[in-house]
């Protein structure tokens, strides 16, 4: 027997992995992803550098995505939240694939933030990696979790156990003395 602590886990690894994803989503597309140089005229050869944001427009509303997970997660249950966890693992498959898409590992110009470049696209990857792992978990656990409202919802089995003074009120209710047979 499951107790109420062990069935909560997995919602809430889930709920950390979307909110840890989404974090490094929005993270990385704030990050330096590319440099090159290019003759501005007067100026001369300047370096010009471009965020995540600029060279992908799709990590913030991945970052969005993951963040609305979070919600579908807690307040759904059943089939709904197994489509919303393959959903959210094919969002995380597309920022792992926006992290990669043009990545190169040398070319760079000289003066060029490389630690950066590198860290935003591990940053976009790892957050891509952390949602895709949080809807395959929603996938298989979906049965297993708890959902939002469930405890208020109707028994689908009715109690055997009666109450005397119930079963008096429901009596006077349907017209029936519930004194005469006593």
């Avoid at 001369?44 to 509303?61: D, K, N």
């Avoid at 630690?115 to 990857?125: C, D, E, F, S, T």
């Avoid at 949080?134 to 297993?144: D, E, F, P, S, Y």
Wanted: aromatic share 6%; glycine share 12%.
């Amino acid at each position: 027997m499951t107790s109420p602590a062990s069935s909560k886990r997995p919602l809430w690894t889930i709920v950390a992995a979307l909110l840890l994803g989404a974090a490094a989503l929005w993270g990385a597309s704030h990050l330096v992803w590319s440099a090159h140089t290019r003759d501005a005229g007067v100026r001369g050869i300047v370096l010009e550098t471009r965020t995540g944001a600029e060279i992908s427009g799709a990590l913030i509303p991945l970052a969005l995505l993951a963040l609305a997970g979070v919600a579908g997660m807690i307040a759904t249950g059943g089939w709904p939240r197994r489509a919303l966890g393959a959903v959210l693992a094919i969002a995380g498959l597309a920022a792992c694939w926006v992290a990669v898409d043009g990545m190169r590992w040398s070319g760079y110009p000289a003066g060029a933030p490389l630690a950066q470049i590198l860290a935003g696209r591990g940053l976009a990857a790892f957050g891509g990696i952390l949602v895709t792992v949080g809807g395959l978990l929603a996938v298989k656990r979906a049965a297993n979790m708890p959902r939002l409202g469930a405890r208020y919802s109707a028994p689908s089995v009715k109690k055997t156990a009666r109450d005397s003074d119930a079963e008096l009120w429901e009596a006077l209710s349907e017209g029936d003395d519930p004194t005469t047979d006593r």
